[in-house]
T-cell receptor, first 113, second 118 residues
Framework: AQSVTQLGSHVSVSEGALVLLRCNYSSSVPPYLFWYVQYPNQGLQLLLKYTSAATLVKGINGFEAEFKKSETSFHLTKPSAHMSDAAEYFCAVTPNQGGKLIFGQGTELSVKP | GAVVSQHPSWVICKSGTSVKIECRSLDFQATTMFWYRQFPKQSLMLMATSNEGSKATYEQGVEKDKFLINHASLTLSTLTVTSAHPEDSSFYIC??????????????FGPGTRLTVL
């Protein structure tokens, strides 16, 4: 069975500071990993995905994530936070592309001016 | 780009009535669509996998007779909440697995439907 754990339900950073959102996964097969962002009362928007092509994945809005098999991690980072980054972020895993996604608990990112 | 729409975006209904939510892939075909529900401040929980032309596969604990899913075409899946009760109030989100249009094997999410049962 696959699972995802996001460490920290709420992360607060100052504008311009580094953003680090943590995600650890459990999978018995090589996983496909995703990060999604959700703004209030909206659906999910894909930030980036890992599909085994490259361990460092660059996404939209300046976000990137690194797949570390030895640590079973897929942490999301952004060098400099912007006020518009304030949202809920979800890490998700699936054993095959297009398959059902297993979501983490979510991390709410707040950005202080 | 690939767009998934949901209708309605919000609905308020009385307890005991049924509500139908539509999920459409606007510019691509989707043989598989997924239905999730999300409670406030919580993550998405998969309810069922909807396959075009066949019966939906429900996750454990989800009542298939209460949450009726129909996937009659490659661009439309519907979720009907039958005899809705206040505890069914939630944010329902669908996603569509693209199998055409140059975006093969991507999953795209709808904007969600807010259901409030009085």
């Amino acid at each position: 069975a696959q699972s995802v754990t996001q460490l920290g339900s709420h992360v607060s950073v100052s504008e311009g500071a580094l953003v680090l959102l943590r995600c650890n996964y459990s999978s018995s097969v090589p996983p496909y990993l995703f990060w999604y962002v959700q703004y209030p009362n909206q659906g999910l928007q894909l930030l980036l995905k890992y599909t085994s092509a490259a361990t460092l994945v660059k996404g939209i809005n300046g976000f990137e994530a690194e797949f570390k098999k030895s640590e079973t991690s897929f942490h999301l980072t952004k060098p400099s936070a912007h006020m518009s980054d304030a949202a809920e972020y979800f890490c998700a895993v699936t054993p095959n592309q297009g398959g059902k996604l297993i979501f983490g608990q979510g991390t709410e990112l707040s950005v202080k001016p | 780009g690939a767009v998934v729409s949901q209708h309605p975006s919000w609905v308020i209904c009385k307890s005991g009535t049924s509500v139908k939510i539509e999920c459409r892939s606007l510019d691509f075909q989707a043989t598989t669509m997924f239905w999730y529900r999300q409670f406030p401040k919580q993550s998405l929980m998969l309810m069922a996998t909807s396959n075009e032309g066949s019966k939906a596969t429900y996750e454990q604990g989800v009542e298939k007779d209460k949450f009726l899913i129909n996937h009659a075409s490659l661009t439309l899946s519907t979720l009907t909440v039958t005899s809705a009760h206040p505890e069914d109030s939630s944010f329902y989100i669908c996603s569509a697995h693209a199998t055409s249009g140059g975006i093969y094997n991507e999953q795209f999410f709808g904007p969600g439907t807010r259901l409030t049962v009085l």
